[in-house]
């Protein structure tokens, strides 16, 4: 089967560094997705990851073990907008074309 | 640049009615998806469809249907809705299984 789990909250501070893990079991991975989502907003796409090691863009990283069925977002210079969900999503192709999401990581920025 | 675009936005029914959700995307992509998000569950797939013509089940597909009969447009039908069906519904569309999805804003539905 499929199973995508994160934290269900975490807290940092205005300035810091933030990692929020992802670990996921699937059969036929196919790439592995980090969305953002603000409250009451549709998702929007940080980062994708499909080979083992590190994806930077800006103050966003992700990174990937696929041996370990493991990947996290790091957030550096945190400002009081990353205040969001976080959602890890793995594409499987077990069957079809799916993309499995997590439920998702909720951030709170505190100054 | 409309990219999705889902109609209605918001709607409320009353148990047993039925209703249809429009989703339209102009970016010419192939693969097309309905999710619902609850709280504490993330986003979970309903149906998607990987071209016009074709439609396939998720993880949560009962009590809903879908059509694709026009690459541009992927409709989600709800034939006798239900109190568990209050939810906020999401389409989204790609190129491909490996590229990211785009969001359109979300339907928010309330089931009476």
């Known amino acids: 089967g499929q199973n995508i789990d994160q934290p269900t909250e975490m807290t940092a501070t205005e300035g810091a560094i933030v990692q929020i893990n992802c670990t996921y079991q699937?059969?036929?991975?196919?790439?592995l997705f980090w969305y953002q989502q603000h409250a009451g907003e549709a998702p929007t796409f940080l980062s994708y990851n499909v080979l083992d090691g590190l994806e930077e863009k800006g103050r966003f990283s992700s990174c990937l073990s696929r041996s370990k069925g493991y990947s996290y977002l790091l957030l550096k210079e945190l400002q009081m907008k990353d205040s969001a969900s976080y959602l890890c999503a793995v594409s499987d192709n077990t069957g079809g074309f799916k993309t499995i999401f997590g439920a998702g990581t909720r951030l709170f920025v505190k100054a | 640049n409309a990219g999705v675009t889902q109609t209605p936005k918001f709607r409320v029914l009353k148990t047993g009615q039925s209703m249809t959700l429009l989703c339209a995307q102009d970016?010419?992509?192939?693969?097309m998806y309905w999710y619902r998000q609850d709280p504490g569950m993330g986003l979970r797939l309903i149906h998607y469809?990987?071209?016009?013509?074709?439609?396939a089940k998720g993880e949560v597909p009962d009590g809903y249907n879908v059509s694709r009969l026009k690459k541009q447009n992927f409709l989600l039908g709800l034939e006798s809705a239900a109190p568990s069906q209050t939810s906020v519904y999401f389409c989204a569309s790609t190129d491909s299984d490996n590229q990211p999805q785009h969001f359109g804003d979300g339907t928010r539905l309330s089931i009476l």
């Open positions: 970016m010419n992509h192939e693969y």
């Open positions: 699937t059969s036929g991975f196919n790439g």
């Open positions: 469809s990987v071209g016009e013509g074709t439609t």
